[in-house]
């Protein structure tokens, strides 16, 4: 009787962290992890992770794009579409000092339809407010950073935060639903000539 009836609806995340492109930096990593509502749980999968160091190719030839081709997949749970998950990204690489200093944040909602999709994320950092923070930020390695990254995930508090925009990292998704039409959602079908 309850497989007439569901209370809730199953959204399937599966694809992969494609790469990045960062013309001025190499030997760059990923962290990512999921920001999602009140509503949704994780059933199963990886909720964050971390990827493998990454460089650039040395041909004459080569994009001089990132690769890191690492897997995502996650299976949610909810009762209703609000707080849809979002994916959250932050790019990290060592500077001149060879500190490992953040290169970029992002964020992307998932897919709201099933079928394949690739997001092309823009990323960005914050900036010192001051040149003499700059200056003393670059001189000690420690420069801005968010101490929670989801925070990128959330309008609250971003408005006062000055950040320069760098690098776009690729994500490819695989969307998956279960019973969202049997809940009254109608998620059409995917047109990949929308976006």
Excluded at 26 to 37: E, N, P, R, S, T
Excluded at 51 to 59: D, L, N
Excluded at 86 to 94: A, E, T
Excluded at 134 to 158: C, N
Aim: charged content about 15%.
């Amino acid at each position: 009787m309850a497989a007439n009836n569901p209370s809730v609806f199953l959204l399937t995340v599966n694809g992969q962290i494609e790469g990045a492109n960062f013309p001025e930096y190499d030997h760059l990593y990923c962290k990512y992890c999921f920001v999602y509502g009140h509503d949704w749980a994780p059933t199963s999968g990886l909720e964050e992770g971390i990827t493998q160091i990454t460089c650039k190719g040395s041909s004459v030839s080569s994009s001089h794009k990132l690769i890191w081709n690492f897997p995502l997949e996650t299976t949610f749970k909810s009762t209703n579409p609000s707080g849809w998950p979002q994916l959250v990204v932050s790019v990290y690489g060592p500077d001149v000092f060879g500190n490992d200093v953040v290169r970029g944040y992002g964020a992307t909602h998932v897919p709201f339809t099933p079928g394949q999709h690739t997001r092309t994320i823009p990323m960005f950092v914050p900036e010192p407010t001051w040149r003499l923070q700059k200056f003393t930020s670059w001189l000690l390695g420690r420069r801005p950073e968010y101490t929670d990254p989801k925070v990128v995930a959330q309008g609250e508090g971003r408005e006062v935060t000055r950040v320069r925009s760098q690098g776009f990292v690729t994500v490819s998704f695989h969307i998956m639903t279960k019973d969202m039409k049997k809940l009254g959602y109608d998620i059409g079908p995917s047109n990949p000539h929308s976006m």
